[in-house]
């Protein structure tokens, strides 16, 4: 049994995976000076043979991760890292070091789900989209800032604005609603966008996935069929 875990900017993602595919999938919002604890409270019960983090925090919380699971199993983590080429995906990137670390592990999971050309959306802290071909050529991304990120920075720089909180209305009657629906139609209208633009580059079918926390609320707005897969960027690190 191997436990698969997504470090994300907010949120810790964890997952079982078996020879059947992942057996429990659970999440919690992270805290740095209560990492440590928080693992000892979810993760105490686990025997896995193997563990395979993918991370975008920093280096710190990283360590925190592997001491743990050293102290509690005996086990150094893998780290799954972006690189030029693993199993049949190939990075587009110049530096392929840059290309985040959870956009190369979904891609990845994208893979085991299809065997046509793909897109993957990933809607969190920011929303990021890319384009892999049928042959495993990642072909580029896009990165632009999540439905909070956004909110939290009208909030932020509009003098007597609200960080808005209220119903996604289309037409809003009230400042609240206003910014939370354009926020997020707005991001909805971005995605539809590049996604018209992804089948016009690709020149071949495609099948749009779409994940992260947002991603629910967000592809019930879009123009564009997507298939929400909550657990990609985990089902990717399953080939490590």
Known sequence: MRLLVDLGNTRLKWGLW??????EQRALVWFRE????????????????KVVVCSVADTQ????????????WGLVPVFAESSRMYKTLV???????????????AMLGGQLLCETGF????????????LVSSQGRHLGGCIFPGLQTMRESLGRRAYNLPVASGQTNLFASNTEDAISGGTLYTIAGGIDRMLELATAEANEPLTHFITGGDAQQVQ??????TCFVESLVLMGLSLY
């Not at 897109?119 to 890319?130: F, H, L, M, Y």
């Open 18 to 23: 078996s020879e059947g595919g992942l057996v």
């Open 34 to 49: 209560k990492l440590a604890s928080q693992l000892d409270h979810v993760w105490r019960d686990y025997q896995p043979d």
């Open 61 to 72: 919380l990283n360590d925190v991760i592997a001491a743990w699971t050293q102290r509690a």
């Open 91 to 105: 990075s587009a990137y110049e530096v392929p070091e840059q290309l985040g670390n959870d956009r190369w592990a």
């Open 119 to 130: 897109t993957v959306i990933d809607c969190g802290t920011a929303v990021t989209v890319d």
């Open 220 to 225: 019930l707005c879009l123009h564009m069929e």
